[in-house]
Antibody
């Protein structure tokens, strides 16, 4: 049974960066596509980007181009999402999910709350 | 403003049926598979329907999906109070080269 376990909540200052991790257990990590989806308080779901670990190739939503970096460490079955130049509007729950590349998001992490506040 | 359009809310009585619509365009729903997700309060989304009308293992057949042209519909029969949640449609958008979601529909079981 595949599970995705994310790192804990973060509080960051405006202008700083945050790096959230997503560790997979079960299954073959390298063959997945891992996406990152965020949800601002009281708002809907927003896709940020994805990575295929076996290829090491990441693709990003245009809105986040230049500010987000998604990476994966095959040796530890862990994906990472780093968001820079944080502003208050980036306050949200960040989820990793297996899927993307036209496949459904069938497994989700528990979410990581990132709060951006001075 | 979401790329896919859903009604903000729907409601129905226990035991009744409800449908939730999701409207898009030829660059997304019209040429790609649609998925539906259920998000209970304070939890991560859960896959309900994929490939327009398929249910993952463990999802009861009270939940169904369909697609016609550039619109998709989620149907829920035999409503239960435990179905109260936010529901999102999602698909790939070929023009944006991005996964896109609807704005979400809050289901209230009266």
């Amino acid at each position: 049974q595949v599970q995705l376990v994310q790192s804990g909540a973060e509080v960051k200052k405006p202008g700083s960066s945050v790096k959230v991790s997503c560790k997979a257990s079960g299954g073959t990590f390298s063959s997945y596509t891992i996406s990152w989806v965020r949800q601002a308080p009281g708002q809907g779901l927003e896709w940020m980007g994805r990575i295929i670990p076996i290829l090491g190739i990441a693709n990003y939503a245009q809105k986040f181009q230049g500010r987000v970096t998604i990476t994966a460490d095959k040796s530890t079955s862990t994906a990472y999402m780093e968001l820079s130049s944080l502003r208050s509007e980036d306050t949200a729950v960040y989820y990793c999910a297996r899927g993307g590349s036209s496949r459904p998001f069938d497994i989700w992490g528990q979410g990581t709350m990132v709060t951006v506040s001075s | 403003q979401s790329v896919l359009t859903q009604p903000p809310s729907v409601s129905a009585a226990p035991g009744q049926k409800v449908t939730i619509s999701c409207s898009g365009s030829s660059s997304n729903i019209g040429n790609n598979y649609v998925s539906w997700y259920q998000q209970l309060p304070g939890t991560a989304p859960k896959l309900l329907i994929y490939d327009n009308n398929k249910r993952p293992s463990g999802i009861p057949d009270r939940f169904s999906g369909s697609k016609s042209g550039t619109s998709a519909t989620l149907g829920i029969t035999g409503l239960q109070t435990g179905d109260e949640a936010d529901y999102y449609c999602g698909t790939w958008d070929s023009s944006l080269s991005a996964e896109v979601f609807g704005g979400g529909t809050k289901l209230t079981v009266l």
